[in-house]
Antibody, heavy 121, light 107 residues
Framework: QVQLVQSGGELRKTGASVKVSCKASGYTFTTSGMNWVRQAPGQGLEWMGWISPYNGKTKSAQKFEGRVTMTTDTSTNTAYMELRSLTSDDTAVYFC??????????????WGQGTLVTVSS | AIQLTQSPSSLSASVGDRVTITCRASQGISTALAWYQQKPGKPPVLLIYVASSLQSGVPSRFSGSGSGTDFTLTISSLQPEDFATYYC?????????FGQGTRLEIK
């Protein structure tokens, strides 16, 4: 079955960076895009960006441009999201989610289990 | 960016009730809408895509309808496991956006 398994929780200081991984299995990695979505404590879902493992093309939400880097490793079927210059506002659970359509404009299924990133001064 | 507004923000209902959640888009999005269910401490789960297509494995008591700017998610007969938070998501245009969520609670 299609499965996304994310890396474990992280604790970072203000100003630091964090890199979250998402290992995919059960499908051909390069045929679907990967989205990154975050959820602050008690809040809703916020789309961060998308990457195509096929050609490395990315799209990110304007508020994260210049601060987020999304990459993939097709040899290990793993997607990565790095967020820099962390502040307390970045404390959230970060999810990866497969883009079913493969062309960015699509719905998400399945989702990874989530990675809690805590930013503390 | 297209804004999605869900109503109500929270809802109390009983097992067996019929429940409808609305999602309104700030501009027309055709049928480029999905619905997700999220339980505490868990990732969202896809219920409906392209406004009205039921995801495989999702119970038939869930249904979606609408096009343009107004969409609904209906649960025909609430079951205990349906108490959760529901989100709509548009994929008509960049950036992808979500509604603020509707929390469905037990009455």
């Amino acid at each position: 079955q299609v499965q996304l398994v994310q890396s474990g929780g992280e604790l970072r200081k203000t100003g630091a960076s964090v890199k979250v991984s998402c290992k995919a299995s059960g499908y051909t990695f390069t045929t679907s895009g990967m989205n990154w979505v975050r959820q602050a404590p008690g809040q809703g879902l916020e789309w961060m960006g998308w990457i195509s493992p096929y050609n490395g093309k990315t799209k990110s939400a304007q508020k994260f441009e210049g601060r987020v880097t999304m990459t993939t490793d097709t040899s290990t079927n793993t997607a990565y999201m790095e967020l820099r210059s962390l502040t307390s506002d970045d404390t959230a659970v970060y999810f990866c989610a497969r883009d079913v359509t493969g062309d960015f404009l699509g719905w998400f299924d399945p989702w990874g289990q989530g990675t809690l990133v805590t930013v503390s001064s | 960016a297209i804004q999605l507004t869900q109503s109500p923000s929270s809802l109390s209902a009983s097992v067996g009730d019929r429940v409808t959640i609305t999602c309104r888009a700030s501009q027309g999005i055709s049928t480029a809408l999905a619905w997700y269910q999220q339980k505490p401490g868990k990732p969202p789960v896809l219920l409906i895509y392209v406004a009205s297509s039921l995801q495989s494995g999702v119970p038939s008591r869930f249904s979606g309808s609408g096009s343009g700017t107004d969409f609904t998610l209906t649960i025909s007969s609430l079951q205990p496991e349906d108490f959760a938070t529901y989100y709509c998501q548009q994929f008509n245009s960049y950036p992808l956006t979500f509604g603020q969520g509707t929390r469905l609670e037990i009455k």
